[in-house]
């Protein structure tokens, strides 16, 4: 009977944390799969780039513009610099640039935009029209204003991007905030008594992340775009430092006569961008609660 | 001249003259030595030597501005200089291809009273656009309209050199100078100067000039388009100039490919040698007067030290920038700022080559081992010049020097950067005289001294050379002060670029000038279709 | 008062205070900035003694405020002002107003504003009901990949590739968009055509993931599954059910896009050399001729305004709860 017993309870022992994700992992569609594979090898990229890099980011290890070879496997920038090492850097550099940016903003805009929602009156009035006047006037303008204003250091880019997205994170969190807090369970909570920051913890966010996620995707992307077009127009990224955006800048004039140099920083970009965007479709898919028939 | 190269010229006039055939002439230059690829270009260039009007000619320039005008004293760019120099403006006197002055709306001009008075005479019956006809008076006014009190122009400091200027009835003009300069006509070929015809005291901005062109359309910053003016008293040979704005360097290129125009200034150099094969292209390749150099503040730590100075001057591998930044296209500088094809150009030794080693044991002597400076950059100082800088600090590197790289913003470099922070980089275009290039950025009064060089004896020689009317002793004069910049001053030379650039093999030309791009300026009156 | 027209009143006030705020952002940043007009044009030639002339000549040695306030009051009466470009000139047929200096960049701007939307729209709206009714498939699967592949590659990156091919190596269309007031108008479409196509590479994702999004959110709704359960086919569902209903925030992504296709194309511009307003813009901020950059700052935050307020607008007509408000 003893082992009958212990059958009981392993059957009732609820899975764990890790049990559940793996069960979560194997149900995800290849896409996604094949997201969070490229999505790991980026951080894999961005953690060791300096053990797996050949040469050093900012190190003329050859002459100007060699093809590829043995030594440089895809060949040499505009002053010697090994392409391979300073896409790898650029990993690390783009990524960790482009995460701090959207976690920035998302920190401002989705705090703020939630607790305008929540609190509405005259603070979320005040709020709501700083952020149109913000987003009323050209991003990559208003940026090259403010970076040609206070610097070109990393980390001025860094809070003048995040400042400026954040509105955008501002309008999606206050508005989808404020429709789930309209609803029934939200006054439940506050007839209940609840707090404040229980009803946000507990009610709101979990009902309004979803969007708030996907937007963190395509965010995230932008971050590097927005880099790029900015290096394109002049201020980037303090050089040595390897930027993908920045490097596709560098050698854009050799498209012009189809030599692949500055396909190899654009493809970095456009496979990150398609991975990330896999993982988060199959989150949005999880959490829709759509049952798809197929 | 050998009978052979006599024979030789005479047998190419006959070509350009139509009176002898390829064949006949290329069996003629083979039976006396020559190679027959050297034949054929020969037999090409002469075939070509003679101008023939007709044809649009369309350039795409690396310049341009939404806020351009026709107001001279706002030029600054190499879309507007030339306009100034034989498109819509004509100025009194021009550069010729061997670097003399010559007349162009003047007659003839001459010194008197040693060089400190200067008499031009004015070509007779020349009109401007508006049909006005060109006097003495409007070369007054507008010579007062560069260097009146309330002048906004930068030719102000070129004419600084000015006391007073007349006219002497209605086709003399006559310049009294504050002190002897043989060079003084030099002056006037500068593209600030074409001559403005003046209405009731005032000038005409509007781009009425006497030039070969007539302004036949103008969008700012994105392209100007000219006419030849029929009435011109030197026409140029196109019927119709279109100059394009096209500032992306891969897109110029593109269009250039495409055959949307005919030349291209400023070519990426990345992609020269890919370029240079594309068929129909004639790679456009002037060793100027134009040099990159990075400007020590010598009277602020650390380059207050000569020491610091010098070893600065060997801990940079010149030949590296050359062949990385210019692609080949310049020559390492030896900071002399004057380009060794100008007149009284003097080499100054030692040569500064590549030697950590002595810059170490400079900074040793000085007691400033492990220096730690910051070099400001960006790319509107020259193309290139974050690159440049990364190869300096990894140059300096061996020498136990620490360049810290900081990329400046290209919007407000000149006002911001540029003689603000201790040392940054630079660029000078070229002048056309000696005198020009060593006041302009290193007497002690300019207002561009850009390294603040402030050193006695090279301030007493500068007017003394100007004033000299003897070469030979001009000549010890310039050497000397040369000597002095590259021993003593902060100017740090370190590349003379070329003008590089692409051309239809369509288009045609003579003698190039060095003194500037596009042939000086003046490509565009004299170019012509082939 | 009907709701729609109580939202366009309400909207278009706050318009004219937004417009107020962008104006002085611009302008104290234009102040901020270091430099001014004389040193931008002069560059590296600039004097102290030519930088003061030309201050003088265009008034701006006066206090920041008084020439803020003067400018105000002339946008209210109508006058945009002139630009600092040949402002301080002698002769008064020098002087450029600000409306000649942008009237011309605007059309461009809006002509290729539009050639762009009209091939963009369509195509994204048919590919987002396609992957939405074929979801997990892989036809979605690669549209997907493809469309995001084309959103993140830097537009120059994709306007370079196409340039090559289409203006380089096959001749197909011009490599330059140099247009103005006298391009006949098939010239000036065959002109702006490639600017167009990288333009609508560049936002066709972000309207096709939306349009395919907001329908599948509908899809696990009850009167959907009421829908499929009286056997209606899959694209019967999405067209007559699904896509009324998702209208909203369709709208709001295509007028999302539509404004960037206005503010955002600098890039574009640059590479094309196409004359349009945000080139403008740019060159007018690192001029500092402020007038300029003031007007072209206003016109985008109109037209960002206006779009919103017809996103809004759509919204409310679609939704009949809004429409007939009890």
Not at chain 2, 248 to 258: C, G, I
Not at chain 2, 342 to 366: H, I, R, T
Not at chain 2, 420 to 426: A, D, I, R, T
Request: proline share 5%; hydrophobic share 45%; charged share 20%.
């Amino acid at each position: 009977m003893t082992t009958e017993h212990v059958d009981i309870r392993a059957i009732r022992s609820r899975r764990t944390f890790g049990q559940n994700a793996w069960r979560l992992l194997k149900s995800a569609p290849f896409t996604a799969k094949f997201g969070m594979a490229v999505i790991a090898f980026y951080i894999f990229c961005a953690i060791f780039a300096p053990v797996i890099t050949p040469y050093g980011e900012a190190e003329i290890a050859g002459k100007a513009y060699q093809l590829s070879s043995w030594d440089h496997w895809f060949g040499t920038d505009q002053i010697g610099r090994d392409t391979l090492s300073r896409v790898i850097y650029g990993a690390r550099n783009t990524i960790g640039i482009a995460f701090l940016t959207v976690c920035i903003s998302f920190a401002i805009g989705g705090v703020l935009g939630i607790y305008a929602s929540v609190t509405r009156g005259v603070l979320d009035q005040i709020l709501s029209r700083i952020v149109d006047v913000l987003m009323s006037i050209p991003v990559l303008i208003f940026a090259l204003m403010l970076l040609t204003m206070f610097g070109k250091s990393i980390w001025s880019l860094i809070f003048i991007l995040a400042v400026l997205d954040s509105t955008r994170v501002f309008r999606l969190a206050r508005n989808t905030a404020l429709s789930v807090a309209v609803q029934d369970f939200v006054e439940a909570a506050r007839l209940r008594g609840e707090k404040l920051p229980w009803i946000v913890l507990r009610e709101i966010v979990p009902n309004i992340l979803p969007p708030l996620i996907a937007e963190f995707g395509l965010r995230f992307c932008f971050v590097f775009l927005t880099i790029s077009a900015l290096s394109f127009l002049g201020v980037g990224i303090q050089p040595p430092t390897a930027d993908w955006g920045s490097m596709v800048a560098e050698s854009k004039t050799l498209i012009t006569f189809g030599r692949p140099q500055p396909l190899i920083p654009a493809a970095a970009i456009a496979l990150l961008t398609v991975a990330v965007n896999f993982v988060v479709d199959w989150f949005l898919h999880k959490t829709s609660g759509l049952r798809d028939e197929k | 001249m050998t009978e052979f190269e006599f024979k030789l010229e005479q047998a190419k006039s006959a070509v350009t003259r139509g009176k002898l055939s390829r064949r006949d002439f290329m069996t003629f230059a083979v039976a006396g030595g020559l190679s027959i690829a050297a034949a054929n270009s020969l037999f090409i260039r002469a075939a070509r030597a003679q101008a023939k009007p007709g044809g649009h000619f369309r350039v795409g320039l690396g310049h341009g501005n939404t806020t351009d005008t026709f107001d001279p004293a706002t030029w600054a760019h190499g879309m507007n200089f030339a306009w100034g120099k034989g498109l819509t403006g004509a100025p009194l006197v021009r550069v010729d291809p061997k670097g003399g002055c010559v007349p162009y709306l003047a007659e003839s001009f001459e010194p008197s009273d040693g060089a400190k008075k200067w008499v031009f005479k004015i070509r007779s019956g020349v009109t401007f656009h508006n049909g006005k006809t060109l006097t003495a008076d409007d070369v007054v006014g507008t010579v007062n309209y560069h260097i009146g009190p309330d002048s906004k122009s930068p030719g102000k400091a070129y004419l600084a050199g000015v006391a007073s200027v007349k006219a002497d009835g209605a086709d003399t003009v006559i310049f009294e100078l504050k002190g002897a300069d043989a060079d003084f006509p030099y002056n006037l070929t500068n593209y600030q100067f074409p001559i403005l015809s003046i209405v009731d005291g005032k000038p005409d901005l509007s781009g009425n000039g006497a030039g070969p062109y007539v302004l036949d359309g103008f969008e700012p910053g994105v392209k100007v388009h000219f006419k030849r003016n029929p009435n011109a008293f030197a026409p140029g040979n196109f019927d119709e100039v279109t100059q394009l704005s096209i500032l992306d360097p891969a897109a110029r290129t593109n269009a250039f490919l495409a055959g949307e125009v005919d030349f291209i200034d400023r070519a990426d150099l990345k992609t020269i040698d890919l370029l240079k094969s594309a068929p129909g292209t004639e790679i456009y390749n002037v060793s100027g007067y134009q040099y990159y150099n990075a400007p020590m503040l010598t009277d602020v730590a650390p380059f207050d030290k000569l020491e610091v100075r010098q070893a600065l001057k060997w801990a940079i591998n010149r030949q590296d920038l050359v062949d990385k930044v210019l692609f080949g296209y310049g020559k390492p500088g030896n900071d002399s700022p004057i380009a060794s094809a100008m007149k009284f150009a003097f080499n100054p030794e030692p040569v500064y080559g590549y030697d950590p080693d002595k810059a170490k044991s400079l900074l040793k002597q000085a007691g400033m081992e492990n220096l730690k400076v910051d070099l400001s950059a960006a790319d509107a100082a020259f193309a290139g010049s974050v690159d440049c800088a990364l190869l300096m600090a990894e140059h300096a590197k061996a020498a136990g020097i620490e360049i810290n790289v900081i990329r400046e913003p290209n919007d407000g470099y000149w006002d911001n950067v540029w003689i603000k922070k201790p040392w940054s980089h630079c660029y000078w275009g070229g002048r056309p005289t000696a005198d020009a290039m060593l006041t302009v950025s290193l007497a002690a009064d300019a207002a561009w001294n850009d390294t603040r060089w402030k050193n006695p004896r090279f301030n007493e020689l500068l007017p003394l050379a100007r004033a000299e009317t003897d070469d030979a002793k001009r000549t010890a004069m310039y050497a000397e002060m040369q000597q002095l910049v590259h021993d003593d001053g902060g100017q740090m030379v370190l590349m003379f670029s070329n003008y590089v650039g692409a051309l239809s093999t369509k288009v045609a030309h003579g003698d190039l000038n060095a003194d500037n791009d596009h042939d000086g300026g003046y490509m565009y009156d004299r170019w012509w279709f082939a | 008062m009907h709701p729609v027209l109580r939202t366009v009143l309400q909207r278009l006030g706050l318009g004219v205070l937004t417009l107020l705020a962008v104006s002085v952002i611009i302008f104290s940043s234009l102040e901020l900035l270091p430099g001014g007009f004389a040193e931008a044009i002069l560059g590296q030639s600039a004097t102290p003694e030519t930088v003061a002339a030309f201050n003088k000549s265009l008034g701006l040695d006066r206090p920041a405020t008084t020439r803020y306030v003067e400018w105000v009051t002339g946008v209210f009466t109508g006058d945009l002002g002139k630009s600092f470009a040949g402002a301080g000139g002698w002769r008064s047929d020098n002087v450029r107003t600000v409306t000649s200096i942008i009237g011309p960049r605007l059309y461009n701007t809006f002509f290729l504003a539009a050639l762009t939307a009209i091939i963009a729209v369509p195509i994204a709206l048919a590919l987002g009901l396609l992957t939405a009714l074929y979801r997990n498939s892989w036809f979605d699967r690669v549209c997907n990949a493809l469309t995001l592949t084309t959103i993140a590659s830097p537009e120059f990156f994709v306007a370079y590739i196409l340039m090559f091919f289409f203006a380089v190596k096959l001749k197909i269309f011009y490599p330059l968009s140099t247009v103005n007031a006298d391009t006949p108008f098939l010239e000036h479409v065959s002109r702006a055509m490639l600017p167009a196509i990288t333009l609508t590479l560049v936002i066709i994702a972000h309207m096709m993931r939306m349009t395919r999004a907001s329908i599948i959110a509908l899809l696990s709704s009850p009167y959907i599954e009421m829908a499929k359960l009286k056997g209606l086919t899959g694209r019967q569902v999405i067209l007559n059910h699904a896509l009324p209903n998702a209208w909203a925030p369709i709208a709001t992504v295509i007028a999302f896009n539509l404004a960037y296709l206005v503010v955002g194309v600098v890039v574009v511009e640059v590479v094309f050399v196409y004359p349009g307003i945000g080139q403008l813009m740019v060159d007018s901020v690192s001029s500092r001729d402020m007038p300029v950059a003031q007007a072209c700052a206003l016109i985008f935050a109109a037209t960002y305004i206006l779009l919103n307020l017809l996103a809004d607008i759509v919204a409310i007509v679609t939704n009949p709860r809004l429409l007939h408000p009890k």
